[in-house]
């Protein structure tokens, strides 16, 4: 019983002085946790927060990422939208500043065509091999 | 015949795969995300003075002719620890280096400038990042070059070592030093 009581202090212990020790002890941007009040908005800009990488936390995006700099991305983003901006503007703006690592949403470009080249190319290819065995099947 | 080899295919690919792998694990990749604003102006923008010894920081104050550094750091920031000294460093030998303090409160800047040393001119509060990613910097502590012009030089990610700052110093001299 005692061991759990300790185990139990230990836990709330880790509770209480976990976000103690985050990253600084300003309190998160305006609009970092809070959502905007105008539904439709608020969907665009969850829309595009999804799409657009945490620079910290290089896996995730900014919408599920609780680094720092994410909130104050998530913040910055709500707050163009709210004032009007076009989400692609905004995006065009980050990968301005960041490259095209920032997004989400690939681009065909000079580098990127390929891959998006490639998979019509093995579609085309298996179409000519398929046809070969199927149509040069029937002939012999 | 032909079976003979293709036998060994599996085999190969796996055998690509792991070497792969392990190159993936010795040379890990860069992980770094680097500005795309190297080269073109910074933006316009004003911030707060972050410490009540030195004044605030704005765009204006990188076009006065001579090239700057740009410091973003923070009082959370251990990295930022490691390279006081060479930031130190750098203004006794006469090099003008601006701050902006990344999320940070006043008291906090202070106490950690009292520890570290103060080489900064001046300091600016981003308390949203806002001019952090205005000038596409992903982390602390980062140093841009900054020409006379404000035109964005060059962009050191990380805390500057030792032996970083002759680099630095040739960086600055290229951007008309």
């Not at chain 1, 061991?3 to 002085?17: R, S, W």
């Not at chain 2, 992980?31 to 923008?45: D, I, N, Q, T, W």
């Not at chain 2, 550094?69 to 750098?90: G, K, Y």
């Not at chain 2, 001019?131 to 980062?142: H, K, N, T």
Request: hydrophobic residues 50%; glycine residues 6%.
């Amino acid at each position: 019983m005692r061991a759990l009581l300790i185990l139990l202090l230990a836990l709330f212990g880790v509770l209480v002085t976990g976000p103690l020790a985050a990253q600084d002890t300003l309190p998160p941007a305006p609009y970092a946790y809070r959502q905007l009040d105008n539904p439709a908005q608020e969907a665009k800009a969850q829309a595009l927060m999804e799409t657009l990488r945490c620079l910290k936390c290089q896996s995730q995006s900014i919408a599920d990422s609780d680094a720092p700099m994410a909130g104050d991305m998530r913040s910055q983003v709500r707050q163009r939208i709210a004032a009007g901006e076009d989400p692609e503007a905004i995006r065009a703006w980050l990968v301005e500043r960041y490259g095209d690592y920032v997004s989400y949403a690939p681009r065909v470009t000079a580098l990127t065509w390929p891959l998006f080249a490639a998979p019509l190319l093995l579609l085309a290819l298996a179409a000519l091999l398929l046809r070969r065995r199927f149509v040069g099947g029937t002939k012999s | 015949m032909r079976a003979r080899w293709a036998l060994w295919l599996p085999l190969a690919l796996f055998a690509l795969f792991v070497a792969v792998v392990v190159a993936g694990l010795y040379w890990p990749k860069d992980r770094e995300v680097a500005s795309a604003m190297v080269g073109k102006p910074l933006p316009a923008f004003a911030l707060r003075p972050a410490i009540a010894e030195r004044p605030g920081l704005a765009k204006a104050d990188f076009t006065t002719g001579k090239p700057r550094l740009l410091n973003v750091f923070a009082s959370w920031c251990v990295p930022c620890i490691v390279e006081a000294p060479q930031l130190a460093q750098l203004a006794a030998d006469g090099v003008e280096i601006d701050g902006i303090a990344i999320r940070d409160r006043r008291e906090d800047v202070t106490a950690f400038l009292a520890r570290n040393g103060n080489p900064f001119t001046r300091i600016g509060a981003d308390d949203v990042s806002a001019i952090q990613l205005a000038i596409g910097s992903s982390g602390v502590p980062e140093t841009f070059v900054i020409d006379g012009t404000g035109v964005i030089r060059y962009q050191h990610i990380g805390e500057i070592r030792p032996e970083h700052v002759p680099l630095l110093l040739d960086k600055l001299k290229e951007a008309g030093a």
